[in-house]
Nanobody
Framework: QVQLVESGGGSVRAGGSLRLSCEAS????????MGWYRQAPGKQREQRDF??????????NYVDYVKGRFTISRDNAKNTVYLQMNSLKPEDTGVYVC??????????????WGQGTQVTVSS
């Protein structure tokens, strides 16, 4: 499986910005989508909500509440996905987990998950 290294989390006040990054280890597996999920405070470990993703073709998708504030991008040469988070709100607080996947080996489809990086937004 692909190994993921996340960085960029931290604590900011409302209205501030953070830039998350997630680098996937180089492998023979073809990476299709790269994105981010959020585990909200008080939620179970595996209860993660979709935030944003970007495909290898550049198609971007966002959950409604981040549209206009967050921007996802990727550097295919570096196997890295970024999430620029602007105008942060306390409701954005949570553990942001990187998700990377594709089709083909090691299976019909595959997904790898990062360890998560904490984002805390205070009022």
């Amino acid at each position: 499986q692909v190994q993921l290294v996340e960085s960029g989390g931290g604590s900011v006040r409302a209205g501030g910005s953070l830039r998350l990054s997630c680098e996937a280890s180089n492998s023979v597996f073809k990476i299709d989508h790269m994105g981010w999920y959020r585990q909200a405070p008080g939620k179970q470990r595996e209860q993660r909500d979709f935030v944003a993703r970007i495909t290898s073709g550049g198609t971007m998708n966002y959950v409604d509440y981040v549209k206009g504030r967050f921007t996802i991008s990727r550097d295919n040469a570096k196997n890295t996905v970024y999430l620029q988070m602007n105008s942060l709100k306390p409701e954005d607080t949570g553990v942001y987990v990187c998700n990377v996947g594709g089709s083909g080996p090691p299976g019909p489809t595959w997904n790898s998950w990062g360890q998560g990086t904490q984002v805390t937004v205070s009022s």
